[in-house]
């Protein structure tokens, strides 16, 4: 990024004013309906300033851009990636997430359900590196609600089985700094990724000059600042899991067709690490 731009970016989210995290507990839209963008970083230069007014920048420590780390967790045979592959719904994904600022851990669970909502439930962790147990994830697999398939079936390997006979192990480390906003008159939340990287194995891979910008909110509301600024730039939504498409990237034996056109859109900011 250009010095200049990285001047521009920085005024752009200096404009916003904060917001701390002990007043974030009533946006946390734990259930929720969401779009993502891909964008460029002077895109998103553009939809921050077309967007300010409306929201807040989450800070900590005066920091507004926090540090991630996050652990995804699948079946042997990547069942939890297959299901996304498939469209299958119910669906699930599976991960260890630390915030780096303040140290805190989560294994978290985001539930894909048939009416297209993401329901995200977690628990604090003190071993975000180990792989969850079964009886670990009963809770988080919305065993209350009525479902198309039973918990344990979500996370079925190719071969069948119950998650008893399947166990979950690393598949996928991700890194990243994250922008949280906050509208201020509705619930609505707007996260935006940048400096991502990707490693399994000996392999990683980084997603350079580009932002992945995820709208967050109840149920859709196209009044949102945030997709008017986004399509102000002619960019539009895709489905992008960062799971998905970076394991696939570094697996090609891995399922991807119906991940290519995001694969293909990704591709040129993408570079060995």
Partial sequence: MRADQTERLGAAVDAFPRIGLHELRGASLMSRVDQKFVVHLA????????????????????????PYSTRYFDTPGFGLLRAHHRGRTPRAKVRSRVYLSSGLSFLEVKNRLNDGRTVKRRVQTSDPSRAPAADELSGLLLADLALDAAPSDLLGD???????????????????????????????????????????????????????????????????????????????????????????????????????PTIRAVTPWVVEA
């Fill in 158 to 260: 190719t071969a069948g089985g119950a998650l008893g006979d399947r166990p979950l192990e690393t598949k996928l480390l991700n890194g990243y700094r994250r922008l949280t906003l906050v509208h201020q008159a509705r619930p609505e939340r707007v996260t935006i990724d940048t400096d991502l990287t990707f490693a399994s194995g000996a392999a990683s891979l980084a997603l350079v000059g580009t932002a992945i910008i995820e709208v967050k909110q109840a149920r859709l509301d196209n009044r949102s600042e945030f997709l008017r600024a986004v399509r102000a730039q002619r960019v539009r939504p895709r489905g992008f899991s960062k799971y998905c498409v970076f394991a696939s990237l570094l697996d090609p034996s891995l399922p991807r067709n119906r991940l290519l």
């Fill in 43 to 66: 895109d998103l230069i553009a939809v921050l300033e077309g967007a300010r007014g409306a929201y807040r920048a989450v800070s900590l420590e005066g920091e507004v851009w926090q």
